[in-house]
């Protein structure tokens, strides 16, 4: 899932692209700028790839126009990622985006006032790398944080079949 949001500073709004990988909740990818033109949200693809290797995975958005621009399509067919959308005006299908950002505005954005861009970006990278990741817990993943959750589904044989589909099955 992808997304985008801004955070309000001093010096104008720095503008925050995220993938978020579904069965984790973890933030595999982001980018920050202070526009929003398609470079932004080809950053935040290209740190998912290389932290990913993907093939064959989706890449879903919504219908914003860093997401329907030809460079970006051309970047998910070289990394073998289809991209997916979601209708015109549904808020829903990209809700594990906007609950991280909801996340991310509690716990950072509204606490604190930047007054530059440096220094809100300098935040941010410490609130996806330094605490969301590697500690916020989510209870759609058994109460665990993307990074905990990730280590027990490699950990796991995936040579059976499991009895539930859940990525934290008992």
Excluded at 132 to 138: E, G
Aim: proline letters at 5%.
């Amino acid at each position: 899932m992808a997304d985008i949001t801004y955070v309000p500073t001093g010096a104008g709004f720095l503008y925050l692209a995220v993938v978020l990988d579904a069965l984790s909740r973890r933030i595999v990818g982001w980018a920050m700028a202070d526009h929003l033109r398609t470079e932004l949200v080809l950053g935040a693809l290209d740190m998912a790839i290389q932290q990913r290797s993907p093939e064959e995975t989706i890449h879903h958005s919504d219908q914003g126009g860093p997401y329907t621009a030809i460079a970006f399509g051309q970047r998910c067919k070289d990394a073998s990622v289809r991209p997916s959308m979601g209708s015109v005006g549904d808020c829903y299908d990209n809700a594990l985006c906007e609950s991280f950002f909801a996340t991310l505005e509690c716990e950072l954005i509204e606490r604190t006032s930047f007054a530059t861009r440096s220094e809100a970006r300098l935040s941010v990278f410490k609130c996806i790398e330094g605490w969301y990741n590697p500690d916020r817990i989510h209870s759609a993943i058994g109460y665990q944080s993307p990074r905990n959750c990730e280590e027990e589904y490699h950990s796991r044989d995936h040579s059976q079949p499991e009895e539930s589909h859940s990525p934290v099955a008992a």
